[in-house]
């Protein structure tokens, strides 16, 4: 993959816990494994099961062309364990696997899949760890990720005029597909998504009797490293910009956790 987001999305961080951000270490897209199956798909009908289909063929390549944890590793055994049973989460059917990479991050596709960095799992506790991929799996169930594929896709299959009013998308060459995916990688999410996120994640957090407060102690230590980086921020910090700041969506999640009666007063 060249590059990477986090939703973590976080998250802001490195989320976004849906984010998109070059990784410290390079992930590779097959452009190849796009395909064929998406010519004459229709824009302006692009549907659920569309943006499945994309992401998941993008995934796949993703996992192909990088370090996946095994199923003895300890990061795999670490997320099984408290991950595991999640695999139905909301009615999604979820698919989770370790990006042995240095980047922190996390991101969750329109097709289900998540997955995790092993460096943010190598700073975050176990009930910090399920926040930020609540936080993802929130930008699914509100399709916000199935808008980013869509959007990428539309950006990237550089429709003529002919064809944008037919409402059919061309077809890609092998050059557009690997834009596409890339496109697909760099998609952002906005403030309002990122903040229902936090808020699908809370309530995730919550409905499984977590602590609520480990969410708001995640988007801490975000927030710890914002301000301990400075302007030696890397790319991936820098990306956080058009996040909320991390600091804020914790004291929010606190707020929320106290009226909640789940927090100290």
């Not at 987001?5 to 816990?17: F, G, Q, R, V």
């Not at 010519?39 to 569309?50: E, N, P, Q, V």
């Not at 407060?213 to 230590?221: C, G, I, P, R, V």
């Amino acid at each position: 993959m060249k590059k990477i987001t986090l939703s973590l999305s976080m998250l802001a961080l490195i989320l976004s816990i849906g984010m998109n951000e070059a990784s410290a270490q390079k992930i590779k897209i097959n452009t190849k494994g796009i395909g064929a199956a998406e010519k004459g798909l229709k824009a302006a009908t692009f549907s659920d099961a569309d943006a499945a289909k994309l992401a998941g063929e993008a995934v796949a390549w993703m996992d192909a062309n990088n370090p996946v944890a095994g199923p003895n590793d300890p990061y795999t055994k670490r997320l099984n364990k408290i991950f595991g049973k999640h695999k139905n989460e909301g009615g999604l059917a979820l698919n989770y696997k370790v990006y042995k990479v240095k980047d922190i991050n996390a991101f969750a596709c329109a097709d289900g899949s998540v997955r995790v960095f092993s460096s943010l799992m190598d700073i975050m506790s176990d009930e910090e760890l399920l926040g930020i991929i609540g936080h993802e799996i929130g930008h699914v169930a509100n399709k916000d990720s199935r808008d980013a594929v869509r959007s990428a896709y539309k950006r990237e299959a550089l429709m003529d005029a002919a064809s944008s009013q037919s409402g059919v998308v061309n077809t890609l060459t092998e050059s557009q597909l690997g834009k596409f995916a890339n496109a697909l990688l760099d998609s952002k999410y906005n403030r309002k998504q990122e903040s229902e996120a936090d808020d699908y994640s809370y309530t995730f957090m919550k409905s499984h009797n977590y602590k609520v407060t480990a969410l708001a102690s995640a988007f801490q230590k975000f927030a710890d490293m914002e301000k301990a980086s400075g302007d030696n921020r890397t790319k991936t910090e820098k990306m956080m910009s058009s996040h909320p700041e991390s600091a804020v969506r914790a004291a929010k999640i606190l707020e929320k956790a106290k009226k909640d009666g789940l927090a100290a007063l």
